[in-house]
């Protein structure tokens, strides 16, 4: 009779099985699926308590699931076991193929270690083959179905026939576990994956609203902003302006992507730009305008990659500092120049004149096959037959025989050799003292105004003319002989005689001009107090009737 029921139980069994883990592949999440297999050992494999104990990221177990008494559930659901404890429950008792059985004779020793368990009641077994409340059945569970990655532990108890499993319900058990180990990690595998496409998701979301910021930081920028290509043959050009910069500039933003930095920047400062696009950081330079004119404007600089390997670009920020600038330009000018006729003034002459000055003095009776020899390598014979060694031992530091500074000579008074240097013309106002005394401090700077502005008609652009304080005033003008600086005076001195009108009334001053010269070796001072002596020679050696004006 139970040779004809075996076949029927197998098929049974082999139902519920299926039914158990057909199951295990319907349920939607790794917390579903854990109850699914805990619930499978309950109705599919009868026993009365199922419990699924998974291996945790720190090797130790937890208590993931359990099915069969609610009590039981409540009260170990969630603990945790260790690692070492578990090894050595694995490796006790009968070894049951895959399974591992530990029975009432041999567990009472695991009653006081630290994996959370749960004992039924019941009286003694009366068969060799009969249940014991203290017997324990234990099913490994390993990743992809077999090998040594410990994926969780099955235990079972109390069959429900009472007896131990024979042979049948150990394989059913063992290919349960096999089955289930593959349904956690498939349910692991589809947690993480909607756990990475959640991420994923935040991400994106998270990077379309700071492009969104970007965008709108970028459009609604106050000042001018700009992105740039980096690199290859079109670095430079402009892909993306705010509508900011196309206001600061007078272009469209069509227009403005067809130029780069290069095409808009003032000639003078492609140098500062070209630095700048090269290193990052900032430049202060002119970009053109539409109407042709130029504007200040502030360039900051960022590269920034697109991804790790990916394109770079320059993001730059244009801010305008016209007006800065025409405040800076115009202190400036006002440190360097009159505050009343706007020529410059003596800090500034000075400055001007120790451009062109050196403090090596300069011979000009060598001759010009010893000058060609000095510029084309017979240094020896390049100063009068003296040794460049030597003789650089006894000029000022920092001054060879191979600088590029343009010696300034001065013509021989008693000869016109040819000579051409830069001339000094200290002038001073005849009859400007009386203006002042008889029409007062407003007249006499009318006066200097006109004069000043007389003196700048006579020269030409390259020359500089000044004014000492006073009613002195100064003319550099470079590349004279000396009978043409003679001629410069003249021409100064009767454009001053005519008559200024202040107020309605005519006034006259003259004018007496001293005619230095500068020369390397000299200093500023030597320079100008050469020409103010002989202005004052010039002036007595004129009558007083001469000199009268006003």
Known sequence: MEAESEPYVRLATMRQLHQAVADLNTARSLADTLQSVADGIVTGLGYELGCVNLVRPDGDLVVAAFAGNSAAEALITGRIGSRESWERRLSMGEAWDGLRFIPHTEGWVLLDDDVPQWHTEGPEPRFEDEWHPLDRLYAPMYASGGGLDLLGVLSVDRPRNGRRPGAWGREALQMYASQAAIAISNARLRANMQRALVRLEREQQALRASEESFRQAFEYAPSGMAIAEMGGDQHGRLLR???????????????????????????????????????????????????????????????????????????????????????????????????????????????????????????????????????????????????????????????????????????????????????????????????????????????LIEVARRLTTCVRDGDTVARLGGDEFVVLADGLGAADAADLAVRLRNAIIPPIRVDGRAVRVGASFGIGWAECGMTEEEVLHSADQRMYVEKRSRSKVHRRAG
Do not use: M, Q
């Open 241 to 447: 302006t705010n509508d900011a910069l196309c206001r600061l500039l007078g272009r469209p933003a069509s227009v403005l992507r067809r130029y780069s930095f290069a095409d808009l920047v003032h000639p003078e400062d492609i140098g500062t730009l070209l630095r700048t696009s090269a290193e990052g950081g900032r430049a202060e330079l002119r970009l053109g305008r539409r109407d042709g004119t130029y504007l200040w404007v502030s360039l900051r600089n960022s590269v920034v990659a697109d991804t790790t390997d990916g394109p770079r670009f320059l993001l730059t920020h244009v801010e305008d500092i016209e007006e800065r600038k025409r405040n800076e330009l115009n202190l400036a000018h006002r440190a360097s120049h009159d505050a009343l006729t706007g020529l410059p003034n003596s800090a500034e002459l000075r400055s001007r004149l120790g451009a062109r000055l050196c403090e090596r003095p300069h011979s000009v009776t060598s001759s010009a096959i010893e000058a060609l020899d000095a510029a084309y390598g017979d240094v020896e014979s390049a100063v009068h037959g003296y040794r460049s060694d030597v003789y650089e031992a006894e000029v000022a530091p920092g001054v060879g025989p191979y600088d590029h500074h343009v010696h300034v000579v001065a013509p021989d008074p008693d000869r016109d050799d040819g000579t051409k240097g830069l001339a000094v013309l200290f002038c001073d106002l005849d009859g400007f003292k009386s203006i002042n005394d008889r029409f007062g401090h407003h007249a006499g700077d009318a006066v």
